[in-house]
């Protein structure tokens, strides 16, 4: 069946500092979705990917669907304390089923 | 104001006891989905539905029921047969149940079981 890995699982970053988080799987994806999760919070929605190759911005983060739909990454630039918190991969394969990842969490020092 | 409401947020019950949590949207969503959030875990699903009257079990089903009676509520019962039941509880609804729809989260439900 689909597998999904998620890399790092925890990352600690000064703040200023630039993060990126990954998403694999093992077979080929037909979309997938970021979601952001804050401290003692909920996740939230933060984009959708469908294309292979695609690349999405939202100010200081990007969004980058891989060419083989296989991998994913969310890259932070300049990081800042409201970036804490936990990042999900959501995966969708030719079953239509939505598999996560394990989440990366995100520490920023002041 | 749309969105998904659980409650309560935080609960406390003996070790022993069925407890059911609530989970209410007004997002004309037809899927709703009940996670399990462990540290370190991620989210791993307990149940999900699609319509009305049917449901169907996710990866950890057991020590659980749910029911969809109505279209806008998915409560969760947490039997005493679930053996680790302390946890926090999310809801979430999304318009179908394709995986390629966006889902929308409540803000969960603390449990912690004595």
């Known amino acids: 069946g689909q597998q999904v890995m998620q890399i790092p699982q925890y990352q600690h970053v000064q703040e200023g500092e630039d993060f990126t988080t990954y998403c694999n799987s093992s077979?080929?994806?037909?979309?997938i979705q970021w979601y952001k999760q804050r401290p003692g919070g909920h996740p939230v929605f933060l984009i959708q990917?469908?294309?292979s190759g695609e690349v999405k911005k939202q100010k200081r983060l990007t969004f980058q669907f891989g060419e083989a739909k296989k991998n994913s990454s969310l890259h932070i630039t300049a990081t800042q304390t409201t970036d804490v918190g936990t990042y999900f991969c959501g995966l969708t394969g030719n079953n239509r089923k939505l598999i996560w990842g394990l989440g990366t969490s995100l520490a920023v020092n002041p | 104001d749309g969105g998904i409401t659980q409650s309560p947020k935080y609960l406390f019950r003996k070790e022993g006891q069925n407890v059911t949590l609530s989970c209410e949207q007004n997002?004309?969503?037809?899927?709703m989905y009940w996670y399990r959030q462990d540290p370190g875990q991620g989210l791993r699903l307990i149940y999900y539905?699609?319509?009305?009257?049917?449901?169907q079990k996710g990866d950890i089903a057991e020590g659980y029921s749910v029911s969809r009676e109505k279209k806008e509520s998915f409560p969760l019962t947490v039997t005493s047969a679930q053996k680790n039941p302390t946890a926090f509880y999310l809801c979430?609804?999304?318009?179908?149940?394709?995986?390629?729809?966006?889902?929308?989260f409540g803000p969960g439900t603390r449990l912690t079981v004595l």
């Open positions: 077979t080929t994806l037909s979309n």
């Open positions: 997002l004309n969503h037809d899927a």
């Open positions: 979430a609804s999304s318009a179908s149940g394709s995986g390629t729809d966006t889902q929308y």
């Open positions: 990917l469908v294309k």
């Open positions: 539905s699609q319509i009305v009257n049917d449901f």
